[in-house]
């Protein structure tokens, strides 16, 4: 069972470099967003989208980029990082019709220089 | 959205009941309290979820106050493997749009 993956767990980038956290999940969901935790902090909503087209801006979107062309991805681009990006990136997908149930990945871990 | 207070952290003996409280004064009337859990740094789980009733599952209940301003998360029988941020979230059904505050971090000792 695949459920939301999650692609690079880790990368390092430089200040000003561009890079794409993937995101995809085999659920069939309607609902993905993107949330970041940074160290001893509870997670924040940088974006999310409740179907293909749809996409919305949650606590912290400045300096991310969404789209969402298909329903089994959500890519979250970062167009120059910066330092204050430095984070863990967890994604999470919920069926449309269900009143809860957020799955969510197993993070991805960005370190900007 | 509703604001929520929850203790930063807690201690409970293992195979005790552990008690969660939150704090939700401002909780809407079709806001639900979702709970989540995450261990260590791995994504958050659901746990439960209720409106105004009281609520069961596997994992565990879920006590709602009558006015809604409070709720309360039990573990029955907390293990080691219970040791995690507990997170209480407001939330309408059909927005999506779940805001994770900073928890209350639940260690369960041996």
């Known amino acids: 069972n695949a459920g939301v993956t999650q692609t690079p767990k880790f990368q390092v980038l430089k200040t000003g470099q561009s890079m794409t956290l993937q995101c995809a999940q085999d659920m069939n969901h309607e609902y993905m967003s993107w949330y970041r935790q940074d160290p001893g902090m509870g997670l924040r909503l940088i974006h999310y989208?409740?179907?293909?087209?749809?996409?919305d801006q949650g606590e912290v979107p400045n300096g991310y980029n969404v789209s969402r062309s298909t329903t089994e991805d959500f890519p979250l681009r970062l167009l120059s990082a910066a330092p204050s990006q430095t984070s863990v990136y967890f994604c999470?997908?919920?069926?449309?019709?269900?009143?809860?149930?957020?799955?969510f990945g197993e993070g991805s871990r960005l370190t900007v220089l | 959205d509703a604001k929520t207070t929850q203790p930063t952290s807690m201690d409970c003996a293992e195979g005790r009941a552990a008690n969660l409280p939150c704090n939700h004064s401002t909780i809407s009337g079709n806001e639900y309290v979702y709970w989540y859990r995450q261990i260590h740094s791995q994504g958050p789980q659901y746990i439960i979820h209720g409106l105004k009733n009281n609520e069961t599952n596997e994992m565990a209940s879920l006590i709602i106050t009558e006015d809604r301003k409070s709720s309360t998360l039990i573990l029955p029988h907390a293990t080691l493997r219970d040791t995690a941020v507990y997170y209480c979230?407001?939330?309408?059904?059909?927005?999506?749009?779940?805001?994770f505050g900073t928890g209350t971090r639940l260690k369960v000792l041996a």
């Open positions: 989208s409740v179907g293909a087209g749809i996409t």
């Open positions: 979230i407001p939330a309408t059904s059909g927005t999506y749009k779940y805001i």
């Open positions: 999470a997908s919920s069926a449309q019709e269900h009143t809860g149930e957020l799955f």
